[in-house]
């Protein structure tokens, strides 16, 4: 039996710098919540627990949810208008607002 290299790897997990900046609980409570995530991707259950995220699902429940995870993700970086200009999230999600509000009225 041939050990895999796959079986060497430890998964770890890191978090972006200011991925908690919009926490709302206590100190304590965000180190229990880090504490839980690591054990979970230690342990493999964070991925036996997961389930895939659809992104238009998203879109219809949350729009400003999607477009933050979408730019987040990078899935604005190279857009353009038809006359080839970029587009920036900002501009994104100020036609999105202004599409929202004309359907209110």
Do not use: C, H
């Amino acid at each position: 039996m041939a050990d895999s290299k796959d079986d060497d790897k430890k998964v770890t997990i890191e978090f972006a710098p200011g991925a908690f900046d919009n926490f709302d609980g206590t100190q304590e409570e965000l180190d229990e919540m880090v504490a839980e995530l690591t054990r979970m991707v230690e342990d493999g259950t964070l991925l036996e627990e997961s389930k895939p995220l659809d992104l238009e699902e998203l879109f219809e429940e949350d729009p400003e949810m999607a477009l933050k995870l979408a730019n987040d993700l990078g899935l604005f970086e190279g857009l353009v208008d038809e006359l080839g200009n970029d587009v920036s999230f900002e501009e994104i999600q100020e036609i999105m607002q202004a599409e929202r509000k004309s359907k209110l009225n």
